[in-house]
């Protein structure tokens, strides 16, 4: 199956998305992690995503095209998809292309996203994440893995989370709209454990 998971940050998308793909083996395509790689070996796209994502901006369609469409072409026994598409130009580019079987929108208040993403934290030395709320480290401030240092990434903090949030309002949902008419679209309520989350979305696929 071809699922999208949409929803503010903070919502679960990418913890849904994993616990999904080891489940069924579809694999998880998160644009988000593919724009750190690239940001990561420093690439021109990299390079070009960073000036968008450190000021809590959407990074340009024309880039995020370039940087997921090898990906998704690759996928032919079905994919999960977090963090696309978030613009209108996305969704009509992903639906011209592929068969959507399901989306998930993961429903969650405005200030427990905020609270949920400011909580996040992540190892300078092996990049493990954790979140300080729901899997944090055994000693605070320092990887369970690695003994690295935990760090807040810069769009992790309060002014571009805000800053991405209202983009979101302001992009994302417009989206909403084309996958109801495309393919079985799902409203989740995100403020509950991951547990009843999860057992929610099974059922949903399983119909």
Known sequence: MNVIFLGVQGSGKGTQAKLLSRKYGWPHINVGEKFREHIKKETKLGKTAAEYIHKGELVPDKYVFKMIEPTLLEANQGFILDGFPRTEKQAEYLLDE????????LNLPEKVAIT????????NRCH???NLLFNPPKEYGICDACGGKLVQRKDDKKDAIEK????????TKKVIPLLKK???????????????????IIAEIEK
């Open 164 to 171: 991405r949030i209202q983009e979101f309002h302001k992009t």
């Open 182 to 200: 495309a393919c079985r679209f799902v409203d989740i309520d995100a403020d509950r454990t991951l547990e009843e989350i999860h057992q929610d």
């Open 128 to 130: 493990k994440d954790y």
């Open 98 to 105: 592929f068969d959507i079987d399901v989306s998930f929108y």
């Open 116 to 123: 949920r993403i400011q909580a996040r934290r992540h190892c």
